[in-house]
């Protein structure tokens, strides 16, 4: 199969699924009211709630939620073949993410801005409330303990990429001033912005940049990973406005930059994809396809993160209710853009099958490694780009994403913190940089408790997927509960619902299984608590849902507001 086909057929689904299914959803099923008064401007603070540009939003929530995982998932599941990865990526765009990430954030609008896990509250009651806070807090702590690695791994292999990454946040804070402070247009920002951060990568060509190998008898990554989160923390109390919003719009434009140049790289070299449809030679111990495929690829199908996200920070900062289809539904289809562009460049970025299997030795290769190296090759024989220069172009785009996605992460992880202090009646912890140590205390132990090189974040990192996966298909069923209390079809939430729940059931049955028969105690407790909590938030809403008369298909009503109870 050739690259062209598969680029052209995806980005052909996608865009339909844009400008056809996402105006379905928006105009009949969440009925979006450009009158509505968001609580970006009902609770205007400057600070959290702040009501901003679309494209300055979508910059922030697509960023925000891309991290690596949109590259990691698929460069590891083409090991099972192109065509499931290309089909989960795909479908799970149209008929999945982009539901679930669009409908958490218009749920959250409705409802003053508060979180999912808050909001499953007035939906399902207390106790699932604190069932539900469970499984986000630590889907956040996987997040953020886990990138952490990720980034400082990315600066120590990739020197090249350090003078760039950092620079990012010094274009950012300009950018947030010449928006906010002198109220220009996003013309000239965004070109000046671009300009600098591609400077910043010839720079780094040049001048590339490492830690020594050790400091004050600190490793190179354990100072890296300190370096960063200490800030991820300063970023987490700013304004919005100072650093998140500016940093995640231009790390945006870069990465549609980079995706343009790889889709143009393809559609010139028009490279062969050397691995087969479905991989029938798997090398021992992979895993089964079904279900570990929906939940190897989760970012760029569907991610409970993009729920935390969406009800976290997007929605505080939506400037009018109709905004939510751009932010929330496009948001999904810039990820599934992403992954396609990762099938293709772990797949097609290759000389032959025997090369690919080299890499593809075992289970979990692959990775960004794949994505930078095959992305690179394309990009060099499609447009003549060095292969060096690509290599650091695409690092530094995998580092940003999760970079953007531990500023987020750790507001949110203080966000949840203050809603805790809040229903404990604690009032400190709902201070901004109490409840920010709170949840950087929690990261750094379980980074350094479990692992003295500050790696800890990765034992626990094997239960993210199932966790992420859950807490999708949790956010759905509330989404699902909403519209059927309205009186709304809520038949495209619950099927994709039903679907990522059975098949997250049965990765985590697995996954106990294994961590039982290792030994395993530490994950094996983890993931029982996970699947406990979750089971009681579904046994729940099903109450829930029966106490509505609840039917599958319901016929349309014409309300608007707030949830009523």
Same mark, same amino acid.
């Given at each position: ?18 400008? #056809? ?55 590891? @599941? ?47 009651? @207390? ?15 996987? /997040? ?50 671009? /300009? ?25 990554? #354990? /100072? ?10 300063? @970023?987490? /109390? ?29 559609? #010139? ?297």
């Amino acid at each position: 199969m050739n690259s062209v086909v598969i680029a052209i057929i995806g980005l052909g689904a996608m865009a339909l699924g844009w400008f #056809v299914y996402s105006r379905f959803i928006a105009t009949r099923i969440y009925r979006l009211d450009p009158n509505f008064v968001t609580p970006a401007h009902e609770f205007e603070d400057g600070i959290d709630f702040v009501p901003t540009n679309k494209y300055v939003l979508w910059g922030h929530h697509f960023t925000s939620v891309a991290g690596a995982a949109p590259i990691v998932g698929p460069a590891i @599941a083409v090991i099972w073949g192109w065509g499931p990865a290309f089909l989960w990526v795909t479908l799970g765009t149209i008929f999945f993410a982009g539901v679930h990430d669009f409908g958490a954030l218009w749920a959250s609008v409705r409802n003053k801005g508060i979180s999912i896990g808050a909001l499953s509250e007035q939906i399902l009651g @207390a106790r699932a409330r604190s069932m539900f806070m469970l499984v986000m807090f630590l889907v956040l702590l996987m /997040v953020n303990a886990a990138f952490a690695v990720v980034i400082s791994g990315l600066l120590i292999q990739f020197p090249t990429s350090v003078i760039p990454v950092w620079a990012a946040i010094a274009v950012a804070l300009g950018i947030g001033q010449l928006l906010y402070r002198t109220n220009m247009g996003l013309l000239w920002p965004s070109i000046i912005g671009v /300009v600098l951060l591609y400077a910043a990568l010839l720079l780094g060509q040049y001048v590339p940049l490492a830690l020594p190998e050790t400091i004050f008898g600190l490793s190179d990554n #354990v /100072v890296w990973v300190l370096i960063l989160f200490a800030y991820a923390g300063i @970023a987490s /109390v700013l304004p919005v406005w100072m650093l998140l919003q500016p940093r995640d719009y231009i790390n945006g434009l870069q990465l549609f930059i980079a995706l343009g140049a790889i889709y143009l790289a393809v559609f #010139v070299a028009a490279p062969d994809v050397v691995t087969p449809f479905y991989n029938e030679n798997v090398p021992e111990g992979t895993p089964a396809i079904v279900p570990l495929l929906f939940v190897t690829i989760a970012c760029g199908a569907i991610s409970g993160f993009h729920g935390l996200v969406a009800s976290g920070t997007s929605s505080k900062q939506l400037d009018k209710e109709t905004d939510a289809r751009f932010v929330g539904y496009f948001g999904a289809v810039g990820e599934g853009m992403l992954s396609l562009a990762t099938i293709i460049c772990a797949t097609a970025g290759f000389a032959t099958l025997a090369e690919w299997e080299g890499v593809y030795s075992r289970f979990g290769a692959g990775g960004v490694g794949a994505f930078v190296n095959g992305g690179g090759r394309i990009l060099e024989d499609g447009l003549g780009i060095s292969a060096g220069f690509a290599a650091t172009m695409l690092t530094v785009t995998a580092a940003l994403f999760a970079g953007t996605t531990m500023d987020t992460g750790l507001r949110l992880q203080r966000y949840v913190v203050a809603e805790v202090g809040n229903i404990t009646g604690i009032k400190l912890l709902q201070t901004p940089w109490l409840a920010t140590l709170v949840a950087l205390g929690f990261c750094l132990a379980i980074a350094f408790g479990a692992g003295s090189d500050g790696s800890g974040g990765m034992i626990i990192w094997p239960l993210f997927g199932t966790s992420n996966q859950l807490l999708a298909s949790l956010t759905l069923l509330i989404i699902t509960v909403i519209l059927a209390r309205q009186g709304r079809s809520t038949l495209y939430t619950l099927l994709p619902m039903i679907f990522v729940l059975f098949m997250t059931l049965i990765a985590l049955a697995i996954q106990i299984g294994g961590f039982y028969a290792q030994g395993n105690w530490v994950l094996t407790i983890m993931a029982l608590a996970i699947l406990g909590a979750a089971l009681l938030v579904i046994v729940t809403a099903v109450q829930v849902l029966r106490a509505t008369g609840f039917r599958l298909i319901v016929r349309d009503t014409d309300v608007h507001g707030q949830i009523s109870r």
